[in-house]
């Protein structure tokens, strides 16, 4: 029999009747991590170049690093984190007691500033009672389908110190914006982009800038927060979530993780349910169109040829050079975004690199946006929301999280087959609905090098995606 009793909200201590549960724990508990196999693969394609005692050495160090296993042992005995409790019933079944310690204060109920335009919807309503419920859980919900509002719901359901984090400085700015209407400017601060507003009822902060937080008169300004919910938890970088989810607040009681989907493309999957607990709610592109939550899809590939003889076993590189500087692909996109402007309809480019922007420019006929995480991208939404500007092109700064609301048609210039970016870069930023604008329907144009076989393959995975929510149309280039 396994006993396990939460005694904080990070620590879950582990009790084994024997040896043999304990090495099929350990099992069930070590993953391997992909972007370490990747960065000892590539260490010894360089050994050539920096040398082979050189390339010895540090793919040992990397090796020691493979594989992590997420039960540790200190003078108390054994522990783990409690947000593996489910996975640890599943995995032994019949063979698992639990008990919970932490104690959770009871909610106060927050008064609106402002009342919100709408009421939720039913896949709303029931992701905030079934949180609500768990103390310690995540949902997964598409892009588009109202994960802020969720996140507020909670905020005035609770009505304790809450911090919110979120991966980048634009969601930041929305949120904060939209929270300060809802709740009122002095129940609401920014930490992050020079702000440092801790202490603030409502705190919405920077995942980034909530791991730097060290200074003690700040340290201690932060055990006043009873409740951490963390927006796009995923796309987070591991270090930088673990950070401060066990660190400044690992106090918190209630822990609730929103995001479009909770996957990680460096097999840490285990580590991040480790951190964000069960799920309890899901609602998906598909049912989310089907409802009419979401506008409604289709997808247009373009198949081209690189003129490049370029080759390399770096798909960067070779995504670079047939992919991103491609200008038969420019030319295609300047030819359609222009096409589609004409007729009223505002169209977002989504790009990896600024070289695509530069040879972008040599051919575009109208006039565009650049939103990059040099600009100010929170104007550029708000300009391109009320019509001001027609066409913006964007790069991974803009592709999660930013509600581009009346884009008619997104084209796709960004390369990899990452379920994540494919679900909330082209298609995320393609299903909101705006009725203002009369949208209701979205095409996302792609394109896929059929002579170059690594970017090919990674296209038909795109295109795999896209087939199971719309309809996928063909053409050549």
Not at 195 to 200: A, L, V, Y
Not at 251 to 260: E, I, L
């Given at each position: 029999?396994?006993n396990l009793?939460?005694?904080s909200p990070?620590?879950?201590r582990?009790?084994?009747?024997?040896?043999d549960?304990?090495?099929?724990?350990?099992?069930?508990?070590?993953?391997?991590?992909?972007?370490?196999?990747?960065q000892?693969?590539i260490?010894?394609?360089s050994?050539?170049r920096?040398?082979?005692?050189w390339?010895?050495?540090?793919i040992?160090e990397?090796?020691?690093?493979?594989?992590?296993c997420?039960?540790?042992?200190?003078?108390?005995g054994?522990?783990?984190?409690p947000?593996l409790?489910?996975?640890?019933?599943?995995?032994?079944?019949?063979s698992?007691?639990?008990?919970?310690?932490?104690n959770?204060?009871?909610?106060?109920l927050m008064?609106?500033?402002?009342?919100?335009?709408?009421?939720?919807?039913?896949a709303?309503?029931?992701?905030?009672?079934?949180l609500?419920?768990?103390?310690?859980?995540?949902?997964?919900?598409?892009?588009?389908?109202g994960k802020?509002?969720?996140?507020?719901?909670?905020?005035?359901?609770?009505g304790?110190?809450?911090?919110v984090s979120t991966p980048?400085?634009?969601?930041?700015?929305?949120l904060?914006?939209?929270c300060?209407?809802?709740f009122?400017?002095?129940?609401?601060?920014?930490?992050?982009d020079?702000?440092?507003d801790?202490?603030?009822?409502?705190?919405?902060?920077?995942?980034?800038s909530l791991?730097?937080v060290s200074?003690?008169?700040?340290?201690?300004a932060?055990?006043?927060?009873?409740?951490l919910i963390?927006d796009?938890s995923?796309t987070?970088?591991?270090?930088?979530?673990?950070?401060?989810?066990h660190?400044i607040?690992?106090?918190?009681?209630?822990?609730?993780?929103?995001s479009?989907?909770?996957?990680?493309?460096?097999?840490?999957?285990?580590?991040?349910?480790?951190?964000i607990?069960?799920?309890?709610?899901?609602?998906?592109?598909q049912?989310a169109?089907?409802d009419?939550?979401?506008?409604?899809?289709?997808f247009?590939?373009?198949?081209?040829?690189?003129?490049?003889v370029?080759?390399?076993?770096n798909i960067?590189?070779?995504?670079?050079e047939?992919?991103?500087k491609?200008?038969?692909?420019a030319?295609?996109?300047?030819?359609?975004?222009?096409a589609?402007?004409?007729?009223g309809?505002?169209?977002?480019?989504?790009?990896?690199?600024?070289v695509?922007?530069?040879?972008?420019?040599?051919?575009?006929?109208?006039?565009?946006?650049?939103?990059?995480s040099d600009?100010d991208?929170?104007?550029i939404c708000?300009?391109?929301?009320?019509?001001?500007?027609?066409?913006?092109?964007g790069?991974?700064?803009v592709?999660?999280?930013?509600?581009?609301?009346?884009?008619?048609?997104?084209i796709?210039?960004?390369?990899?087959k990452?379920?994540?970016?494919?679900?909330?870069?082209?298609?995320?930023?393609?299903?909101?609905?705006?009725?203002?604008?009369?949208?209701?329907?979205?095409?996302v144009?792609?394109?896929r090098?059929?002579?170059?076989r690594?970017?090919?393959?990674h296209?038909d995975?795109?295109?795999s995606?896209?087939?199971q929510i719309?309809?996928?149309?063909?053409?050549?280039?």
């Amino acid at each position: 029999m396994i006993n396990l009793v939460i005694v904080s909200p990070i620590k879950m201590r582990v009790e084994l009747d024997s040896n043999d549960e304990l090495e099929r724990l350990k099992k069930a508990l070590t993953f391997k991590n992909n972007s370490v196999e990747y960065q000892i693969k590539i260490t010894r394609n360089s050994a050539i170049r920096y040398g082979q005692i050189w390339a010895q050495k540090r793919i040992e160090e990397l090796k020691e690093n493979l594989y992590e296993c997420l039960l540790w042992e200190d003078e108390e005995g054994y522990y783990t984190r409690p947000g593996l409790l489910e996975y640890i019933i599943t995995r032994f079944y019949g063979s698992v007691k639990s008990q919970n310690l932490i104690n959770y204060p009871e909610f106060q109920l927050m008064p609106w500033h402002n009342q919100p335009q709408y009421e939720p919807h039913r896949a709303q309503a029931e992701a905030v009672e079934r949180l609500l419920k768990n103390p310690h859980s995540h949902i997964e919900f598409a892009t588009g389908t109202g994960k802020s509002y969720i996140i507020q719901l909670l905020i005035k359901k609770t009505g304790l110190p809450t911090v919110v984090s979120t991966p980048s400085i634009t969601i930041a700015r929305q949120l904060y914006n939209e929270c300060v209407h809802l709740f009122g400017k002095n129940k609401v601060g920014l930490l992050g982009d020079s702000r440092r507003d801790i202490g603030k009822h409502v705190l919405i902060a920077v995942g980034k800038s909530l791991s730097l937080v060290s200074i003690p008169e700040e340290v201690e300004a932060f055990k006043k927060y009873q409740v951490l919910i963390s927006d796009e938890s995923h796309t987070l970088p591991a270090d930088i979530f673990e950070k401060f989810c066990h660190g400044i607040l690992s106090h918190c009681p209630y822990r609730w993780f929103v995001s479009g989907t909770q996957e990680r493309a460096d097999g840490t999957e285990l580590k991040l349910i480790s951190i964000i607990g069960k799920k309890v709610h899901s609602y998906s592109i598909q049912q989310a169109i089907s409802d009419g939550v979401l506008a409604k899809l289709s997808f247009l590939v373009f198949n081209v040829k690189s003129t490049s003889v370029f080759e390399s076993q770096n798909i960067v590189r070779m995504n670079q050079e047939h992919f991103y500087k491609n200008e038969q692909i420019a030319r295609a996109i300047a030819e359609i975004a222009g096409a589609s402007v004409a007729n009223g309809d505002p169209v977002l480019i989504l790009v990896d690199e600024h070289v695509q922007n530069d040879i972008l420019k040599k051919y575009m006929s109208v006039d565009y946006a650049y939103a990059c995480s040099d600009n100010d991208n929170n104007d550029i939404c708000e300009r391109f929301n009320k019509g001001e500007i027609m066409c913006v092109v964007g790069t991974s700064a803009v592709s999660t999280g930013t509600n581009f609301k009346p884009v008619k048609l997104t084209i796709n210039w960004q390369a990899g087959k990452s379920s994540v970016k494919i679900k909330q870069g082209a298609i995320g930023r393609s299903t909101r609905i705006d009725k203002e604008a009369g949208k209701s329907e979205c095409k996302v144009v792609d394109f896929r090098v059929v002579n170059v076989r690594q970017l090919k393959r990674h296209a038909d995975i795109r295109i795999s995606y896209y087939k199971q929510i719309g309809e996928v149309f063909f053409t050549d280039l």
